[in-house]
């Protein structure tokens, strides 16, 4: 137990964002008119408590971004009305006691793991908190919470949170990072007594470190002074900045790790009390299903009433709480069976299928306040840069850019958006322009985007440099250094950094392609490395990318590297794999377009590629894609007779995705011996073997795009003998796998029906 508290100093332990805890803190305020308020929060931004309390439009955060040669990190405090900090803020202020905030910075390591300061702490008493679940019989902490806090009276509330966090900080070890800040918050609070002059000291903190600083203040001494604020090392780039936050990044159900879930739900609580709470959050989901053309009658929405009112009775609650209330309209408006498990019974993200209703409740639970800061706070020089920058090259916000990326200055555009986008700042979403992979395209366009988090991911970005060359510049360099070996990622860098005019980052991101290359082991991620390097080195003077010697290195590198990598695979049996499909197709491309002047041996391709083709321990799509490279770089191949080797219904369609992958200009382009051979290996097979080939065989013809599909059609209805557009055969009402399970369905009741005598077959 944490023992008594020191006289003169009274400790708060709350929970984060919390309406019963808010209220607790402003009463005591108004009760003790302390000398003194101490918040658990940033120390290093005491000397800007005026700005923090302007009149802000909340909900609102404090953003620090941390930057060395070792380190990157980036945490934010996010303050609604309803957070007991905040309450301890204002109303501290306002009844003339001093107010500090009392922890170690957001950038100090103590924080290194958190992105979030106001973290729940259930994970460091995780057992605890599950006996009480169990005993209490609720699901999880939040309904815990609400059953023994937030739905009840007010009367005996600190007793009761003080022995709640004592209880389960009795079975939990503090680690290095709490005990670090523990130390250090403490210091504060025996400094403020001894200043306070015998009038009272008020300590606000999560109430997983009220029972540690009630010992620690009470074993130590009078400090001398307040606690110096660590500051960074001098080669760190940090700062802290308010940003204006939003109820849907605050909720757990969005991810969010911290504090209470539904934050629009408790925003009700905190101005209209539970019971209207409840009523307004029946309100809001009928209104949003009406809205969505979901039928919801009075009757409904008087069920789920009398539902929630029961559930309340039932579970002791005076008021029905958030659960009564979802639980009730679950069971007023939800017929049908759920999938998925009760999201409020969890927490996180909602899993995938969440029925369509409960997703209206979810949303309506969180609101969609979104917070605007004071015309007067601060902002980093990026957000006016930022600003500065689209004036200058004519993009306005609502404008939108249609870009001829061959005109000089509408090349500069698009790297302006492409560096924006890079920063994730909203904005303009690009609609077209270069792809990789593609043939060169000369034109660009973005479409306006607007988005609420604008001004937030403009402030968060500033933690990368005041400018945006600054800020994407720093950006790019620490992704190089993440990326580490992943050419995959690496490769999607250095086409972004080309497309966004960043010449000696496109170099940085190539250099560590080309180390990592001679030891990559994933097929699919070289592919794709190689097809980014070879639509550069193709399309050099339109992306101004970086040289093309290092390129064609590269490429040379990497289609050495794929080749290797493709004869050693072993696995006759695999299924077909887009990924190393794909590399193949970019190794012939390289072979294609860049051979003769890089010097590719063509040769030795063919050779490896008439191996793979006729190596029974290769996958069925390596040995098509091998065929395929052979036959579309112009060397004899002979696919009728290949295919009759691989037409086992569990093989065919896979072998023809390689096939198709690497060659299907030559099928299509190509007399009808191929089409004639596979039409009647699929004529033959029974209906059971078509079935089993069926989803292979539709993967292995999504290769070509429609107009070529339709000149397949072409040859299998000359093939036929038959008249009519090609394109009817591209249209079917009924999905061919049901037709096709239909047929089999019948062959199986047939042989039945025979074997039993019952039948004997069709007659003439």
């Known amino acids: 137990m944490a023992g008594d508290a020191p006289d003169g100093v009274t400790f708060l332990g709350v929970r984060h964002h919390s309406p019963a805890c808010a209220r607790l803190v402003a009463a005591t305020v108004s009760a003790l008119r302390p000398a003194y308020v101490l918040v658990e929060g940033p120390a290093d931004l005491n000397g800007r408590l005026d700005e923090l309390l302007l009149d802000h439009e909340l909900p609102v955060a404090v953003f620090t971004a941390y930057r060395d040669a070792g380190r990157r990190h980036a945490s934010w405090s996010p303050f609604c009305a309803y957070s007991p900090e905040w309450v301890a803020l204002t109303a501290g202020r306002g009844a003339g006691a001093e107010v500090r905030f009392i922890d170690l910075p957001a950038w100090h390591p103590a924080f290194a793991h958190r992105a979030n300061r106001y973290a729940d702490a259930d994970q460091r008493y995780a057992e605890a908190v599950r006996r009480l679940c169990a005993t209490l019989a609720v699901d999880n902490v939040d309904a ?7 739905i009840g009276p007010d009367d005996g509330l600190a007793e009761r949170l003080a022995a709640y966090f004592d209880l389960l900080r009795g079975e939990s070890a503090a680690g290095e990072d709490d005990t670090a800040r523990e130390a250090y918050m403490a210091r504060w609070v025996r400094a403020a007594r001894a200043r306070a002059g015998g009038r009272p000291v008020l300590v606000v903190t999560g109430g997983f470190h009220r029972p540690a600083l009630v010992r620690l203040v009470a074993a130590g001494g009078e400090e001398d002074g307040w606690p110096g604020v660590p ?5 760190a780039v940090a700062g802290s900045y308010l940003v204006p936050y939003s109820f849907k990044r605050l909720d757990a159900f969005d991810g969010y790790q911290s504090g209470m879930p539904s934050p629009g739900y ?16 029946t309100e809001s989901v009928a209104a949003r299903l009406r ?5 919801v009658s009075t009757a409904d929405l008087i069920a789920a009433r009398t539902m929630a009112g029961g559930l309340a009775r039932l579970r002791g609650h005076a008021h029905p709480g958030r659960v009564d209330v979802l639980d009730g309209l679950v069971s007023a408006l939800v017929g049908d069976a759920l999938d998925q498990p009760l999201p409020w019974a969890s927490r996180g993200r909602l899993a995938a299928g969440t029925h369509p209703a409960v997703v209206e409740m979810v949303a309506a639970l969180s609101g969609d306040r979104v917070g605007r800061l004071h015309p007067d706070t601060p902002l980093p020089p990026l957000v006016h840069d930022v600003d500065a920058e689209l004036d200058r090259h004519r993009v306005g916000p609502a404008e939108v850019v249609e870009l001829d990326l061959t005109v000089p200055a509408d090349l500069a555009r698009s790297r302006l958006l492409h560096r924006l986008r890079l920063l994730d700042v909203p904005g303009h979403r690009r609609d077209s322009g270069p792809r990789v992979g593609a043939d060169a395209v000369l034109t660009e366009r973005w479409s306006p985007s607007p988005n609420p988090d604008r001004l937030a991911r403009m402030i968060e970005a500033g933690g990368y440099g005041p400018t945006v060359l600054d800020a994407v510049t720093a950006l790019v360099e620490e992704r190089v250094v993440l990326l580490g070996g992943d050419v995959d990622g690496l490769a999607t860098l250095l086409f972004d950094t080309a497309l966004a005019g960043l010449r000696e980052h496109s170099a940085r991101a190539l250099d560590a392609i080309a180390r990592a290359t001679g030891t990559v082991t994933d097929l699919g991620a070289l592919g794709r490395a190689l097809a980014v390097a070879l639509g550069l080195w193709r399309h050099d003077r339109l992306l101004g990318s970086a040289g093309a010697a290092p390129l064609g290195a590269l490429i040379a590198a990497a289609v050495r590297r794929a080749l290797w990598l493709v004869e050693g695979v072993r696995a006759a049996t695999a299924p077909a794999d887009r990924g190393r499909l794909a590399a193949l197709v970019a190794v012939r491309d390289a072979l294609r377009y860049a051979g003769p002047a890089l010097g590719l041996d063509g040769e030795a391709a063919l050779a490896v590629a008439g191996r793979v083709a006729a190596d029974p321990a290769a996958p069925p799509d390596l040995r098509g894609a091998a065929l395929g490279l052979r036959w579309s770089l112009g060397a004899a191949a002979d696919p009728g007779r290949a295919v009759r080797a691989l037409a086992a219904p569990g093989t065919l369609g896979d072998w023809l995705s390689g096939l198709f992958a690497l060659a299907r200009e030559e099928v299509v382009a190509g007399d009808a011996a191929l089409l004639g051979v596979l039409d009647g290996l699929l004529a033959a097979m029974d209906a059971h073997d078509f079935l089993v080939a069926l989803p292979a065989l539709r993967q292995a013809f999504g290769w070509f795009p429609p107009r070529e599909r339709e000149a397949v059609a072409r040859h299998v209805l000359a093939l036929r003998g038959a008249d009519g557009p090609a ?11 049901l037709v096709a399970a239909a047929r089999a369905l019948d062959a199986r009741v047939d042989a039945v029906l025979a074997r039993e005598g019952l039948w004997e077959g069709e007659t003439a």
């Open 727 to 737: 394109r009817d055969l591209l249209r079917l009402d009924v999905d061919p796998v």
């Open 231 to 235: 500051e960074p090392e001098p080669d």
């Open 291 to 295: 809205a969505r053309r979901q039928p």
């Open 144 to 150: 815990l919470w609400d059953h023994l806090f937030e």
């Open 266 to 281: 408790y925003q009700r609580v905190w101005e209209d009390g539970p019971q209207r709470a409840a009523e307004a959050l």
